[in-house]
């Protein structure tokens, strides 16, 4: 997928070092439950594993995201089923370096366009945790609503945001 600023793709070995960069992030890794990468060899291990996990997903996944003027990855975005849940999951992480200039906001907006037009998907849902308000923001700009928290997922106490396909494409009108 592409936007204006950004190019959504398949993560590849040369993504190692940028994704290093993000996933050495303490706060980054605060609002996903994430633990650093130990070198960036076991990075690129990850990223091959995340490849392979997700590569027959009924065209879900988990992508790089490449800052065009730059061709650096400087985030992740997904649209995958949440744990034991036939709920669709969209996330987004973003090396902190380019937070505040809306690059979540533009490449969450396309997959979430991409999961109601070629996926057809009839929900689609974020969990995240009460204090994330960036991630929170994030979630409102592009359309989802509060639904409340959840115990469901991951042994937390998480918000839970949904966007109906039927209302997001009346609201396209
Ligand atoms: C959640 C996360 C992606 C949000 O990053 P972010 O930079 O705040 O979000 P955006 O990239 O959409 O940028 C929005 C900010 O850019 C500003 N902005 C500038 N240009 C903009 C534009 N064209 N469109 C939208 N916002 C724009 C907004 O006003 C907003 O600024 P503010 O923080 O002062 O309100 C980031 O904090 C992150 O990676 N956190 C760790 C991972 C995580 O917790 N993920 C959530 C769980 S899935």
């Known amino acids: 997928m ?3 600023r950004l190019l959504i793709r398949d993560f590849c070995d040369a993504d190692a070092e940028d994704a290093f960069e993000l996933y050495s992030d303490d706060e980054v890794n605060r609002g996903i439950m994430g633990t650093a990468p130990s070198s960036v060899e076991q990075m690129r291990e990850n990223l091959r594993a995340v490849r392979g996990k997700y590569a027959d997903l009924n065209g879900m996944g988990v992508w790089a995201v490449e800052l065009c003027d730059a061709r650096k990855m400087i985030g992740t975005c997904l649209l995958k089923p949440l744990p034991n849940s036939e709920k669709v999951e969209i996330g987004w992480h973003l090396n902190r ?5 809306g690059f979540a906001t533009e490449f969450a907006s ?40 959840t115990n469901e997922f991951h042994n ?3 918000e839970l945001f949904v966007a109906a396909r039927e209302e997001y494409l009346r609201s396209k009108v």
């Open 2 to 4: 592409q936007t204006p």
């Open 97 to 101: 370096a380019f937070w505040g200039y």
């Open 110 to 149: 396309a997959a979430l366009h991409y999961g109601f037009e070629t996926l057809m998907l009839d929900r689609i849902y974020a969990i995240l945790f009460e204090w994330n308000l960036r991630s929170w923001n994030v979630a409102v700009r592009i359309g989802l609503k509060h639904q409340g928290q």
């Open 156 to 158: 937390q106490t998480l």
